[in-house]
């Protein structure tokens, strides 16, 4: 079915909250002092939230934060861009979660995190998580969630939720080899495509999530994706742009923006936002796809996971003043 309209209340999403710093050289590792710039609020699924808030949809985050400035950075930022944040738990024990992270000459990235080790881990369904779900209209599930076991349920009981409301669900699978070779997770990442109305994966995520190898073909993925229930399906495709496919028929390609990459964190999310708050405020498969192009290319070019994430009217002018990326494949 199509996503469930704005009117019908938030797009939510249930996780990781971080406070991110970034070095600021390209090169591996921290085993020396480097550079670094931060700290930035970070957490795909606040990144996500943010950028659905900031192009005009409603949205409310379920997480935790820890009683200290990284929680407080975080929570100015969501508040100052409209995201209710009254589904957000302050632990009077447990820091912040926290990333630095650093790119190699090859694009790839190292990390240190302490993210389920953090009031982040230790989010349970309080009264005001039940009053957020009780009203939303969307969820919208980041893989991350699916390796842990009490936001797991957390996420189950909110997506059964939503949908009984008439809401609907989206999925960004954002998984990592690691993530896959997990039984449980596996398991869950099934239960999930189950409860998905629109799945946003990333490259080789289509073909992971359908538990196909690598030499099945798109469409053949797409074709089994869809018998689970899922009526929408956009593969995010870094600089080569995204592409749409409906269940109800028709396949849409929107070319990339030509951008300076400075940062390539927090595309997915700010594609995902909006690209799902434009579905829920009625814009066609076209025109979301632009949008959500838009505001991933415009993320690269901020540091941070999410200093990028534009307004209407920014994306518009971003828009007009942007080339496409023209290119065969
Ligand atoms: P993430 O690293 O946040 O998980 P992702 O793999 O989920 O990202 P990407 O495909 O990298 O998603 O980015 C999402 C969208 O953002 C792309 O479909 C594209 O429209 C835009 N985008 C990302 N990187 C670039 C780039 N270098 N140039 C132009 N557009 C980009
Ligand atoms: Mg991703």
């Known amino acids: ?51 659905c808030s900031r192009i005009g949809g409603s949205a409310a985050m379920i997480g935790a934060v820890g009683d200290d400035a990284f929680g407080q950075l975080n929570l100015e930022r969501m508040k100052r861009e409209g995201v209710d944040v009254s589904g957000i738990t302050v632990d009077p024990d447990l820091p912040t979660g926290t990333a630095f992270v650093r790119y190699r000459p090859d694009g790839t990235r190292d990390f240190v995190f302490n993210l389920w080790t953090s009031a982040a881990g230790r989010l349970a369904w309080t009264d005001a998580v039940d009053a957020v779900v009780s009203r939303a209209g969307h969820l919208h599930v980041v893989g991350t969630v699916l390796g842990v076991p009490a936001l797991w349920s957390m996420v189950e009981r909110a997506a059964q939720k939503v949908r009984t409301r008439g809401g609907t669900v989206s999925f960004d699978p954002n998984m990592r080899k690691e993530l896959q070779s997990d039984r449980k997770t596996a398991a869950r990442v099934y239960a999930m495509l189950a409860m998905t109305d629109l799945l946003l994966p990333s490259g080789d995520e289509l073909l992971l999530a359908a538990v196909m190898p690598p030499q099945n073909s798109e469409e053949q993925a797409i074709k089994y994706l869809f018998s689970l229930g899922i009526s929408e399906i956009v593969i995010k495709r870094g600089a080569h742009g995204s592409t749409a496919y409906q269940m109800a028929g028709g396949v849409s390609h929107a070319p990339a923006f030509a951008v300076e990459e400075i940062d390539p964190t927090g595309a997915g999310d700010c594609f995902g936002g909006a690209y799902v708050a434009t579905r829920r405020l009625g814009l066609s498969v076209d025109q979301a796809l632009i949008y959500a192009n838009a505001a991933g290319a415009r993320n690269v070019t901020r540091r941070g996971p999410m200093e990028g994430a534009g307004s209407r009217s920014e994306l518009d002018a971003f828009i007009a003043g942007t080339e496409r990326i023209t290119c065969s494949s």
């Open 1 to 51: 079915m199509p996503l469930a309209p704005d009117s019908l209340e938030p797009t939510i999403s249930i996780g990781e909250i971080l406070a991110e710093v970034v070095a600021t050289t390209i090169g591996s590792g921290f085993s020396e002092p480097i550079p670094m710039i931060g700290p930035f609020p970070s957490g795909a699924p606040t990144s996500f939230l943010v950028q």
